[in-house]
C-alpha cells in the first residue's frame, strides 16, 4: 500500500489580509541565501511566528525571482514512519518540477521498498540535473523523533546541490551537525530573541491588525508582559476587545507563557457564542479541519462556513491550502482546547475519536480512520481496520506503522485475531526476539479454533475478501513460519517437518504457499548437506514462486538455488542460472526488479572464482548503482561487502577484505538461510593467510571447533578453515606436529563430502591434502589429489580454489605441469601467481607494524621458548621474579597476547625467536 499523499501537507499557507510584516528578519534570510547558506534555521518556541515568517519569505521570493522553487512540506507525527517521510518530501519537490523523482514515484506505486540513500540520492542527482533554483521549508520539524528520518535529513543536508536551500521551523534544534555548519559559514539561525516583536512591530500588529487601538503606554506595557510574544500578543488582543479598560486587563495577567495561555484561552472561549465555543471544543482533538469532517463531530452543518468565520476573526486557524477547504490550528491554541475539552464529560472524547474515524474510513484515509480509532481505544475497530490493510503493509514492508499500530492494541485484542497474532509472531521472529514467535503462533491456532467452533472459521468471511483469502492460508502460513523459526534456531529436522505441513496445508492454486514450503524443504536439505535433493527441490520452489507471479521472491530464490549448484560443484550450472535471471529482470523493461542488485553480487562472486577480478568489481558496482534506487533485500544485504571482501584479497588489500567483512558481520541477520560460510570463519581465513596464526586461533577455540569429534556440513565451512590453521600452524612449529591432526581432518571430511555429491567441497579438500603431503616432504603423494582437482575442477572454470592457497603451492603446479596435467589451466594458474608475487614484492610486506621489543624484552621472550621455569629465568638474567614478571607483562602488552604460550608462538610467526 504506496503511502498516500495528503496534498494538504505541501500548501504553505496563504497570507492573511493583514499581516505585521517583519522586513528586518527577511532582509537577514535574503542575504544569507544570497551568501550560499546552506541551511535557514528559525528555532523557537511555540507561538514565535515562525511559519508565518517563513511563509512571508518565501512568498516575497516568489515574487522577487519568478524562476525560483518553492517546495513546502508541514510535518506531523506520522512522518516519523522513514517511508512517509521521503514519499512526501518527494511529492513536495515534485510540486515544483514534475520530473524529479519520477522513478522514486514508479517505485513507490509498485510497492518497492525504498531505502533513504537512495532515494535521496536520485533526488539530489535530479535536482542537479534540473538546474532550477529551488527552497525547501520543512515546518514543524520538532515533531520528528525517528532517528533514521533525522539520519535521512544529515544526508540531504550533506549532499545539498548548490542550488537547492533548506529551510526548517522548529521548536527545538535538530540532531544535525549544526557546530559544523556553523564553522563553515554555512547556516542561517533565527532565534526566540530574533524572533520577538519590537515595539514597532507590537504597535502595528494590535492596532492595526488587531485594531485595537491601544495607547503606546499599554503597547509597551503589554509588549514587557509578553515579552514580545506573537501568540501571547495576539491572545491578549482577542481578550482586549471584550474589555472597556484596556489597561486593567493588561495588568491582570503575568507569568509564564503556559499561565499567560491558560489564562488568555479562557477569556477568548468564554466571550465566544455557544456554537462556536462548542465547535471549538468539539474539533479541537483533530490534526486537520475540513467541512465535512467538523460536521461529523459536531452534528451539524455549516462546518466549512464556521471554518471561514474562525479564520477572519483570527481565532486561531491556519489554511492549508489555497482553496482554504482543510485547516489546522494553531498547535498552542489546540494544545489548551484539548485539555479545556478533557474537563468535558468523559464520554465524549472517545466518542469524538469514533466519529472521527468513521468519516476517515468512509473517505479512503484508512491511515487516519486507525489513528482515530486507537484514540478513542475503540480497539476492535482499529483491528478491524488494520486486518483490511495487513497484506499490503506486509508487502510493501511499512513496518514501522504497522509496528506502532499493534503495540497500541491490547495484547488480548490481538491474540482474539489470528490474522494479527501470525503477523505479531513475524514482527518478533525478523526483530531477533525468537523466544517470543511460538506464543503468538499458538495464539493464532486457538483463535482458528475458537472460530471454527463457533462456525466462522476461514469460511466465514467472503472468499474474495483480503481477509477471507488470508485466513483460508493462515494455517500453512502458521507451518511456514514455524519453518523459519526452526531455521532460525538450526533446527534442521523441524524445519523439514514444519515445511511439510506447510506444503500439505497449502491448496493447490496457492503457488506462493506451496513455494515457500519447498523452499524450506530445500533448504532444510542443504542445511543437511544433501545438496543434491536440496537443488532438486528448490527448483520446484522457484517454479511455484514463477507461477504465483512473485517475482521479486523468483529472483532472489535463484541465488540460493545458485548457492546449492556451487556446492556442488557445478559453477557453469550456477553461471546459467544468474544469466537467465538476470535477463529475465531486463526483460521486464522499467526499473530493475528487486533483488536484481543481489544477482549481480551473486554472479560478481561466481566470476571472482573464475578469476576475473574485473568483472566480479563490475558487477558489484552495478549491484551497488541499483541499490541506490531499490532498498536492499534485508536478508541479502550482507553479501555486497562478502563478495567485495573476496575481491579486495584477491587484489591483495587486505585491511580492506577485513573492513567488508567487519560490515558484513553488522547487516547480517541469523534465520533466513543456513550459514555454510560464517562470517568469522572467513575472516579467520583472512587472517591464516597472512600469517596472522595468533588470531586464526583465537577464531578456533572461539567457535570449541579442536575438539568437536562429530562432523556436520553446517560446520564444514570452519574445519576446512581449521585444517588450513593447522597446516599453517605446521610451517612454523613442525614440532606441535598439527600436520597430522589436519591429515586426519581432511580424510574425514573428504568421506562425508564425496558421499554427499557436495563436490565444490571435495575439490577443496582435495587441494588442501595436497598441500598436507606436501608438507610432510611427500611430493610425489602430493600430486595425485592435486591432479584429480585440476582434472574435475578445472573444466569447471575454478581458479581462486588453487590461487587463494598462494606460493605454498606454487611448486606442486609446476610439478603438475610438467607432467602435462590441465597444461593450459595451469600455466594460467602460474602465471597468476607469479603476478601476484611481483605485485606483494613492489607493495613490500603487509605484516601489520608491532611495537618493537626491547634487547633485553627480546631475551626474556627466547628464555620463555625454553623449558625454564619462571624463577630459574629469573635466576639467569640475573634479576627478581618481580622484575621478570614486569619484562613478561610488556612482552605480552606488545604482542597483544594473553599465556606464555602465545608469546612465545607469537614470537617465532614473527621472527623474533
Same mark, same amino acid.
Given at each position: 500500500?504506496?503511502?498516500?499523499?495528503?496534498?494538504?501537507?505541501?500548501?504553505?499557507?496563504?497570507?492573511?489580509?493583514?499581516?505585521?510584516?517583519?522586513?528586518?528578519?527577511?532582509?537577514?534570510?535574503?542575504?544569507?541565501?544570497?551568501?550560499?547558506?546552506?541551511?535557514?534555521?528559525?528555532?523557537?518556541?511555540?507561538?514565535?511566528?515562525?511559519?508565518?515568517?517563513?511563509?512571508?519569505?518565501?512568498?516575497?521570493?516568489?515574487?522577487?525571482?519568478?524562476?525560483?522553487?518553492?517546495?513546502?512540506?508541514?510535518?506531523?507525527?506520522?512522518?516519523?514512519?522513514?517511508?512517509?517521510?521521503?514519499?512526501?518530501?518527494?511529492?513536495?519537490?515534485?510540486?515544483?518540477?514534475?520530473?524529479?523523482?519520477?522513478?522514486?514515484?514508479?517505485?513507490?506505486?509498485?510497492?518497492?521498498?525504498?531505502?533513504?540513500?537512495?532515494?535521496?540520492?536520485?533526488?539530489?542527482?535530479?535536482?542537479?540535473?534540473?538546474?532550477?533554483?529551488?527552497?525547501?521549508?520543512?515546518?514543524?520539524?520538532?515533531?520528528?523523533?525517528?532517528?533514521?528520518?533525522?539520519?535521512?535529513?544529515?544526508?540531504?543536508?550533506?549532499?545539498?546541490?548548490?542550488?537547492?536551500?533548506?529551510?526548517?521551523?522548529?521548536?527545538?534544534?535538530?540532531?544535525?551537525?549544526?557546530?559544523?555548519?556553523?564553522?563553515?559559514?554555512?547556516?542561517?539561525?533565527?532565534?526566540?530573541?530574533?524572533?520577538?516583536?519590537?515595539?514597532?512591530?507590537?504597535?502595528?500588529?494590535?492596532?492595526?491588525?488587531?485594531?485595537?487601538?491601544?495607547?503606546?503606554?499599554?503597547?509597551?506595557?503589554?509588549?514587557?508582559?509578553?515579552?514580545?510574544?506573537?501568540?501571547?500578543?495576539?491572545?491578549?488582543?482577542?481578550?482586549?476587545?471584550?474589555?472597556?479598560?484596556?489597561?486593567?486587563?493588561?495588568?491582570?495577567?503575568?507569568?509564564?507563557?503556559?499561565f499567560v495561555i491558560d489564562y488568555l484561552v479562557e477569556e477568548v472561549l468564554q466571550r465566544q457564542p455557544a456554537e462556536v465555543r462548542n465547535f471549538l471544543l468539539t474539533t479541537a482533538l483533530l490534526d486537520h479541519l475540513t467541512g465535512g469532517l467538523c460536521e461529523a463531530l459536531t452534528?451539524?452543518?455549516?462546518?466549512?462556513?464556521?471554518?471561514?468565520?474562525?479564520?477572519?476573526?483570527?481565532?486561531?486557524?491556519?489554511?492549508?491550502?489555497?482553496?482554504?477547504?482543510?485547516?489546522?490550528?494553531?498547535?498552542?491554541?489546540?494544545?489548551?482546547?484539548?485539555?479545556?475539552?478533557?474537563?468535558?464529560?468523559?464520554?465524549?472524547?472517545?466518542?469524538?475519536?469514533?466519529?472521527?474515524?468513521?468519516?476517515?474510513?468512509?473517505?479512503?484515509?484508512?491511515?487516519?480512520?486507525?489513528?482515530?480509532?486507537?484514540?478513542?481505544?475503540?480497539?476492535?475497530?482499529?483491528?478491524?481496520?488494520?486486518?483490511?490493510?495487513?497484506?499490503?503493509?506486509?508487502?510493501?514492508?511499512?513496518?514501522?506503522?504497522?509496528?506502532?499500530?499493534?503495540?497500541?492494541?491490547?495484547?488480548?485484542?490481538?491474540?482474539?485475531?489470528?490474522?494479527?497474532?501470525?503477523?505479531?509472531?513475524?514482527?518478533?521472529?525478523?526483530?531477533?526476539?525468537?523466544?517470543?514467535?511460538?506464543?503468538?503462533?499458538?495464539?493464532?491456532?486457538?483463535?482458528?479454533?475458537?472460530?471454527?467452533?463457533? +462456525?466462522?472459521?476461514?469460511?466465514?468471511?467472503?472468499?474474495?475478501?483480503?481477509?477471507?483469502?488470508?485466513?483460508?492460508?493462515?494455517?500453512?502460513?502458521?507451518?511456514?513460519?514455524?519453518?523459519?523459526?526452526?531455521?532460525?534456531?538450526?533446527?534442521?529436522?523441524?524445519?523439514?517437518?514444519?515445511?511439510?505441513?506447510?506444503?500439505?496445508?497449502?491448496?493447490?492454486?496457492?503457488?506462493?504457499?506451496?513455494?515457500?514450503?519447498?523452499?524450506?524443504?530445500?533448504?532444510?536439505?542443504?542445511?543437511?548437506?544433501?545438496?543434491?535433493?536440496?537443488?532438486?527441490?528448490?527448483?520446484?520452489?522457484?517454479?511455484?514462486?514463477?507461477?504465483?507471479?512473485?517475482?521479486?521472491?523468483?529472483?532472489?530464490?535463484?541465488?540460493?538455488?545458485?548457492?546449492?549448484?556451487?556446492?556442488?560443484?557445478?559453477?557453469?550450472?550456477?553461471?546459467?542460472?544468474?544469466?537467465?535471471?538476470?535477463?529475465?529482470?531486463?526483460?521486464?523493461?522499467?526499473?530493475?526488479?528487486?533483488?536484481?542488485?543481489?544477482?549481480?553480487?551473486?554472479?560478481?562472486?561466481?566470476?571472482?572464482?573464475?578469476?576475473?577480478?574485473?568483472?566480479?568489481?563490475?558487477?558489484?558496482?552495478?549491484?551497488?548503482?541499483?541499490?541506490?534506487?531499490?532498498?536492499?533485500?534485508?536478508?541479502?544485504?550482507?553479501?555486497?561487502?562478502?563478495?567485495?571482501?573476496?575481491?579486495?584479497?584477491?587484489?591483495?588489500?587486505?585491511? +580492506?577484505?577485513?573492513?567488508?567483512?567487519?560490515?558484513?558481520?553488522?547487516?547480517?541477520?541469523?534465520?533466513?538461510?543456513?550459514?555454510?560460510?560464517?562470517?568469522?570463519?572467513?575472516?579467520?581465513?583472512?587472517?591464516?593467510?597472512?600469517?596472522?596464526?595468533?588470531?586464526?586461533?583465537?577464531?578456533?577455540?572461539?567457535?570449541?571447533?579442536?575438539?568437536?569429534?562429530?562432523?556436520?556440513?553446517?560446520?564444514?565451512?570452519?574445519?576446512?578453515?581449521?585444517?588450513?590453521?593447522?597446516?599453517?600452524?605446521?610451517?612454523?612449529?613442525?614440532?606441535?606436529?598439527?600436520?597430522?591432526?589436519?591429515?586426519?581432518?581432511?580424510?574425514?571430511?573428504?568421506?562425508?563430502?564425496?558421499?554427499?555429491?557436495?563436490?565444490?567441497?571435495?575439490?577443496?579438500?582435495?587441494?588442501?591434502?595436497?598441500?598436507?603431503?606436501?608438507?610432510?616432504?611427500?611430493?610425489?603423494?602430493?600430486?595425485?589429489?592435486?591432479?584429480?582437482?585440476?582434472?574435475?575442477?578445472?573444466?569447471?572454470?575454478?581458479?581462486?580454489?588453487?590461487?587463494?592457497?598462494?606460493?605454498?603451492?606454487?611448486?606442486?603446479?609446476?610439478?603438475?605441469?610438467?607432467? +602435462?596435467?590441465?597444461?593450459?589451466?595451469?600455466?594460467?594458474?602460474?602465471?597468476?601467481?607469479?603476478?601476484?608475487?611481483?605485485?606483494?614484492?613492489?607493495?613490500?610486506?603487509?605484516?601489520?607494524?608491532?611495537?618493537?621489543?626491547?634487547?633485553?624484552?627480546?631475551?626474556?621472550?627466547?628464555?620463555?621458548?625454553?623449558?625454564?621455569?619462571?624463577?630459574?629465568?629469573?635466576?639467569?638474567?640475573?634479576?627478581?621474579?618481580?622484575?621478570?614478571?614486569?619484562?613478561?607483562?610488556?612482552?605480552?602488552?606488545?604482542?597483544?597476547?594473553?599465556?606464555?604460550?602465545?608469546?612465545?608462538?607469537?614470537?617465532?610467526?614473527?621472527?623474533?625467536?
Amino acid at each position: 500500500m504506496p503511502t498516500p499523499v495528503l496534498a494538504t501537507k505541501l500548501f504553505f499557507p496563504a497570507p492573511r489580509p493583514q499581516i505585521t510584516s517583519r522586513p528586518r528578519l527577511l532582509k537577514r534570510l535574503n542575504d544569507e541565501l544570497g551568501a550560499s547558506r546552506k541551511l535557514s534555521l528559525v528555532c523557537a518556541p511555540a507561538g514565535f511566528g515562525k511559519t508565518t515568517l517563513l511563509s512571508e519569505w518565501i512568498i516575497q521570493r516568489g515574487r522577487q525571482q519568478p524562476g525560483v522553487g518553492i517546495a513546502w512540506l508541514s510535518l506531523d507525527a506520522h512522518d516519523n514512519d522513514p517511508s512517509r517521510f521521503l514519499a512526501y518530501l518527494v511529492a513536495a519537490l515534485q510540486g515544483v518540477d514534475a520530473d524529479i523523482g519520477v522513478e522514486i514515484t514508479g517505485l513507490r506505486h509498485s510497492g518497492q521498498v525504498m531505502a533513504a540513500e537512495p532515494v535521496l540520492t536520485s533526488l539530489i542527482n535530479d535536482m542537479a540535473r534540473s538546474g532550477k533554483e529551488f527552497i525547501l521549508v520543512l515546518d514543524d520539524y520538532h515533531v520528528i523523533e525517528e532517528r533514521l528520518v533525522h539520519e535521512a535529513l544529515a544526508f540531504l543536508l550533506d549532499h545539498l546541490p548548490p542550488q537547492l536551500h533548506l529551510a526548517i521551523a522548529t521548536r527545538s534544534d535538530p540532531p544535525l551537525s549544526l557546530a559544523r555548519l556553523r564553522s563553515r559559514g554555512e547556516l542561517t539561525e533565527l532565534r526566540a530573541a530574533d524572533l520577538r516583536f519590537t515595539p514597532e512591530e507590537a504597535a502595528d500588529f494590535l492596532n492595526q491588525v488587531m485594531n485595537l487601538g491601544l495607547s503606546v503606554d499599554d503597547i509597551a506595557a503589554l509588549a514587557t508582559r509578553t515579552e514580545g510574544w506573537i501568540a501571547g500578543l495576539q491572545l491578549a488582543g482577542l481578550s482586549l476587545r471584550e474589555h472597556e479598560d484596556a489597561s486593567a486587563s493588561i495588568r491582570a495577567f503575568t507569568g509564564s507563557h503556559r499561565f499567560v495561555i491558560d489564562y488568555l484561552v479562557e477569556e477568548v472561549l468564554q466571550r465566544q457564542p455557544a456554537e462556536v465555543r462548542n465547535f471549538l471544543l468539539t474539533t479541537a482533538l483533530l490534526d486537520h479541519l475540513t467541512g465535512g469532517l467538523c460536521e461529523a463531530l459536531t452534528g451539524v452543518g455549516g462546518g466549512q462556513a464556521m471554518l471561514d468565520a474562525l479564520e477572519r476573526d483570527n481565532l486561531f486557524v491556519i489554511p492549508l491550502d489555497d482553496r482554504r477547504q482543510w485547516y489546522r490550528y494553531h498547535h498552542l491554541f489546540a494544545d489548551v482546547l484539548r485539555a479545556r475539552a478533557r474537563q468535558e464529560p468523559p464520554s465524549r472524547i472517545p466518542e469524538l475519536h469514533r466519529l472521527a474515524s468513521e468519516w476517515y474510513e468512509q473517505n479512503d484515509l484508512t491511515e487516519d480512520a486507525v489513528h482515530h480509532a486507537l484514540a478513542a481505544e475503540d480497539f476492535e475497530r482499529a483491528a478491524n481496520l488494520i486486518e483490511e490493510v495487513l497484506p499490503q503493509m506486509r508487502r510493501t514492508r511499512q513496518d514501522v506503522m504497522m509496528l506502532a499500530w499493534l503495540t497500541a492494541l491490547p495484547d488480548e485484542v490481538i491474540r482474539s485475531r489470528p490474522l494479527l497474532s501470525v503477523f505479531y509472531a513475524w514482527r518478533m521472529l525478523v526483530s531477533g526476539d525468537l523466544d517470543a514467535v511460538e506464543p503468538w503462533l499458538r495464539a493464532a491456532e486457538q483463535g482458528l479454533d475458537s472460530a471454527a467452533a463457533e +462456525g466462522k472459521g476461514p469460511g466465514h468471511s467472503a472468499p474474495t475478501s483480503i481477509r477471507g483469502q488470508e485466513l483460508r492460508m493462515l494455517p500453512s502460513t502458521i507451518a511456514m513460519y514455524r519453518a523459519s523459526l526452526a531455521q532460525a534456531r538450526g533446527d534442521v529436522s523441524a524445519t523439514a517437518h514444519h515445511a511439510r505441513e506447510a506444503f500439505e496445508l497449502a491448496g493447490p492454486e496457492d503457488h506462493f504457499a506451496r513455494g515457500a514450503a519447498a523452499a524450506f524443504l530445500g533448504l532444510a536439505s542443504w542445511a543437511q548437506g544433501d545438496v543434491e535433493t536440496a537443488v532438486d527441490t528448490f527448483s520446484e520452489a522457484v517454479l511455484s514462486l514463477h507461477e504465483a507471479g512473485n517475482l521479486t521472491d523468483e529472483l532472489s530464490s535463484t541465488i540460493l538455488l545458485a548457492d546449492m549448484q556451487i556446492a556442488r560443484g557445478k559453477l557453469q550450472e550456477a553461471r546459467k542460472l544468474y544469466e537467465s535471471a538476470l535477463g529475465h529482470a531486463a526483460a521486464q523493461g522499467g526499473t530493475a526488479p528487486r533483488a536484481t542488485a543481489e544477482l549481480h553480487v551473486g554472479y560478481s562472486e561466481l566470476c571472482r572464482e573464475f578469476g576475473d577480478l574485473e568483472s566480479a568489481a563490475l558487477h558489484l558496482q552495478t549491484s551497488k548503482e541499483l541499490g541506490r534506487h531499490v532498498a536492499p533485500l534485508t536478508e541479502h544485504s550482507y553479501r555486497w561487502f562478502v563478495a567485495m571482501a573476496g575481491v579486495r584479497e584477491a587484489e591483495g588489500d587486505v585491511t +580492506g577484505a577485513i573492513e567488508s567483512l567487519d560490515q558484513a558481520q553488522l547487516l547480517y541477520l541469523r534465520g533466513f538461510f543456513p550459514e555454510t560460510r560464517p562470517i568469522p570463519a572467513l575472516k579467520a581465513r583472512t587472517a591464516i593467510r597472512q600469517g596472522r596464526l595468533s588470531e586464526g586461533w583465537a577464531w578456533a577455540r572461539s567457535t570449541g571447533l579442536p575438539v568437536v569429534r562429530e562432523l556436520s556440513y553446517l560446520r564444514e565451512f570452519e574445519h576446512l578453515t581449521l585444517a588450513r590453521l593447522l597446516i599453517s600452524q605446521h610451517r612454523v612449529l613442525p614440532e606441535e606436529k598439527t600436520i597430522q591432526a589436519a591429515e586426519d581432518l581432511l580424510k574425514r571430511l573428504l568421506k562425508a563430502a564425496q558421499a554427499a555429491g557436495r563436490k565444490g567441497s571435495t575439490y577443496e579438500i582435495l587441494v588442501l591434502q595436497a598441500l598436507v603431503l606436501d608438507a610432510q616432504g611427500q611430493h610425489a603423494l602430493a600430486l595425485a589429489p592435486l591432479e584429480r582437482a585440476l582434472a574435475e575442477a578445472g573444466p569447471e572454470g575454478y581458479v581462486r580454489l588453487f590461487l587463494d592457497e598462494g606460493a605454498p603451492l606454487a611448486p606442486l603446479l609446476a610439478e603438475a605441469a610438467g607432467k +602435462g596435467t590441465a597444461a593450459a589451466h595451469v600455466a594460467r594458474l602460474l602465471q597468476s601467481l607469479e603476478t601476484t608475487k611481483l605485485q606483494t614484492a613492489a607493495r613490500g610486506t603487509t605484516a601489520p607494524e608491532l611495537e618493537v621489543l626491547s634487547k633485553r624484552e627480546l631475551e626474556v621472550l627466547r628464555l620463555l621458548g625454553s623449558s625454564l621455569s619462571g624463577p630459574e629465568i629469573a635466576r639467569q638474567l640475573f634479576v627478581s621474579v618481580n622484575t621478570l614478571r614486569t619484562h613478561t607483562k610488556r612482552i605480552f602488552t606488545k604482542l597483544e597476547v594473553n599465556s606464555r604460550r602465545e608469546a612465545v608462538r607469537h614470537g617465532k610467526e614473527q621472527g623474533l625467536i
